[in-house]
């Protein structure tokens, strides 16, 4: 009976020791850029990686099209004029 729980005690040093020195795995959104793009499996069309789960579920509907950025010049030009006034 001694044998035994002194290999018990053993045991449960070693459990307790992995587990204290196994790291926490990430959780999925955490190895995953919050900005990265990705396309979607079933129709092909490119969006927010986050976003592909909903999107899917929601049956795939088509995303609107983001308004084109106005050119670098144009934005420049705005910012100064706000700023003037």
Same mark, same amino acid.
């Given at each position: 009976?001694? #044998? #035994?729980?002194?290999?018990?005690?053993? $045991? !449960? $040093?070693?459990?307790?020791?992995?587990? *204290?020195? *196994?790291?926490? &795995? /990430?959780?999925?959104?955490? #190895?995953? *850029?919050?900005?990265?793009? %990705? &396309?979607?499996?079933?129709?092909?069309?490119?969006?927010?990686?986050? !976003?592909?789960?909903?999107?899917?579920?929601?049956?795939?509907?088509?995303?609107? &099209? *983001?308004?084109?950025? /106005?050119?670098? !010049?144009?934005?420049? $030009?705005?910012? #100064?004029?706000? %700023?003037?006034?």
């Amino acid at each position: 009976s001694v #044998l #035994l729980s002194d290999m018990n005690y053993h $045991l !449960e $040093l070693r459990c307790r020791g992995a587990a *204290a020195e *196994a790291p926490a &795995a /990430p959780a999925a959104e955490e #190895l995953v *850029a919050a900005d990265a793009i %990705g &396309a979607c499996p079933l129709c092909d069309q490119k969006m927010p990686l986050t !976003e592909i789960a909903d999107h899917i579920d929601a049956g795939c509907p088509p995303r609107a &099209a *983001a308004a084109p950025s /106005p050119p670098r !010049e144009s934005r420049v $030009l705005e910012d #100064l004029r706000q %700023g003037a006034s």
